[in-house]
């Protein structure tokens, strides 16, 4: 099956909150649990340092709570490697423990297990009395993102023309869980674009039951990607490359000037009745898989 | 490395509690967190079922909250596969869901990646306001194991005499839960004893610097494992094959008779001053490497 379709299956018979992170009500307030797989082949491009496969473990988890608003209060990491060699281990613990200090959160535990292939799993807890969702979107509502966009499509090129130093550092993204907490009180509905700019739009819109119009021009993209690519290929990765960590959110334009000025964030455009569109035009739905 | 050694040098650097989960204070209360992770090569024998392999991927998680008393909250399951076959996901989701249910806990969410070897990661959340160490053990407490010994060293033999049915109900073992919440406020010590018999008394010995002695006789051996197997091949299998989940915990001599009768457990020694020993010779430190 295709990824989608396992999840399509699983999402029917699993109590799942169809949310960047598990929404669990307790003791007046709100705990957030999340879950990310990655492993060698489909996520660390050759040259990927063993300190940029922690960082970036550690990270994609923390995403998913920045995307809810959450407070993280403990991680996970599971990891798995044919040899479990002890520079790669030590270089792992050093990428995910920085990771960690950068996001204010510790490193609690795991699990370690010998396999054929490098394969790591993050879990990190939050907590949030309001976790943003992303069915909260309402027309009028500006969109924003946060950061620069290609990001990782810009290290993807990097890695592939042997910059590897450049590329690791452009890999190792900074969890926006400080800016999440931050727009948490203001955002009717935010996500991470993990799944690329394009795929995340339209599960903003349909989970809000809304449409989303943006316009190329307004897009932040990183000066990195555009000094490497342009025209089409410009346009495929900043809108269907997946793997960027930045959050996409909604809020009323009344409210946009209240944003605490320690977030960077860009209004890429405008909630409305309906359509997900570009520049007027359809924007495709091509996901990205993992 | 050796994965003993991958732990080691893990514990040196991170927050770890040394015990079967987390444990975070939070509230008023205390969050319980584990993760664990199971591949096909060397947790599931040919003839595993794809109900067993995800039953027990749940299974495991919940047994360290059960070895700390803790109620649990919320499970996530991470899955890799290299086909993500339907009748595969299916049957994996059919045995977590099951499980899940038997302890009372909702399967709140996951992530599902391809790669090149079936590899499961569960996580388990839970909470006590006291969570049971492996440190508490006190000179003179009596010793403790839930349910029987050698369920899994028996189905290992089933599976690969061919009884495959028989073998795939003894891996499904219940997690310990329920009664690992009615030991909280009694036992002074507690483990799972994934790790082997001999190995969870050598852990509570160390960590709570104590002794511990046990004798042969007392220990509730499974029919299934001594209808297979005698003499030293048995003993080997009680002692030093892991994988069973069953609680061992320490609690005073005068407090005994108060555990809950829904709990089955049998006293199989005592806590002296120092010593690890089976009828009083040295029980080796025999690991099990999963």
Known sequence: ???????????????????????????????????????????????????????????????????????????LLALADPDLDEGLISGVLDGALSCCKQAGVQLVGGDTDRQHELTLVSTALGETEHPVRRDGARIGDLICVTGELGRTAAGLSLFSTGEIEAANELFCFPPRVAWGMKLADLATSMIDISDGLAHSLHLLATQSGVGVHIEWEHLPITPVLTSQVAGETLQDAVLFTGEDYELLFTAPAGLIAQIDPSVRFTVIGKVRKQGTLLNNEQLPDRGYEH
């Open 1 to 75: 099956m295709r990824e989608t379709d396992v999840l399509r299956l699983i999402n029917t018979r699993v109590a799942a909150s169809g949310d960047d992170a598990a929404i669990l009500p307790f003791r007046g307030t709100n705990l957030i649990l999340t879950t990310d797989m990655l492993h060698r082949e489909s996520d660390f491009p050759v040259g990927t340092t063993a300190r940029t496969i922690g960082w970036r473990s550690i990270a994609v988890s923390l995403s998913d709570l920045a995307a809810m608003g959450a407070r993280p209060l403990a991680v």
